[in-house]
């Protein structure tokens, strides 16, 4: 699959590149995006090389991912993805760099991603069903799937591997013909 462009009114989301390396390299110091993203902890800028080369570059090139930095006025805002793209369906994730969080730019990417995922081929990836998968307590990412209108299906108990082990997972999921309206979902607290 080609790398697509997806331009918004704040944001231009397109596949990362080498030169971004430095600036996924800050992000990733962050301490919040490191308990909430399975990332190498040190992160280094080799690793910002290999999320160049031997993730996002490989996902295009087979069409099991898509993976766009989100870029607002030539500044890498963050970083949103389809992944395990296969049967119809696949998962959704993202992240922020610190500074640009609380500027609404995650649901706003979000929205033009989901618009591709869901528009049929081939202008989009026409799947049936995007997933979401967060570690429990991860309030802003769930904050985002809900405006999204993802609607929750519940918690995974020790669903997915942390930093300290094993750790419950809440999960939801948005069909191709479900509204995108924000959901209301049962409280996670």
Known sequence: MRPVLLPTDRLLLRPPRLDDADAITRACQDPVLQRRIPVPVPYTRADALRYVTDFAEPGWATGTR???VMEHGGELAGSIGVDAIAD???TIGYWVSPEW?????VVEAGRAVVDFAFRPVPGGLGLQRLGWQAFAGN??????ARKLGFRFEGTVRLGSMGRAGRED???A???AGDSR???TWPDLG
């Open 66 to 68: 898509c993976t766009w």
């Open 88 to 90: 119809g369906a696949a």
């Open 101 to 105: 969080r609380g500027q609404g730019f």
């Open 139 to 144: 309030a802003a990412s769930a904050a985002v």
């Open 169 to 171: 997972d809440w999960i």
């Open 173 to 175: 999921g948005l069909l």
């Open 181 to 183: 309206d924000e959901q």
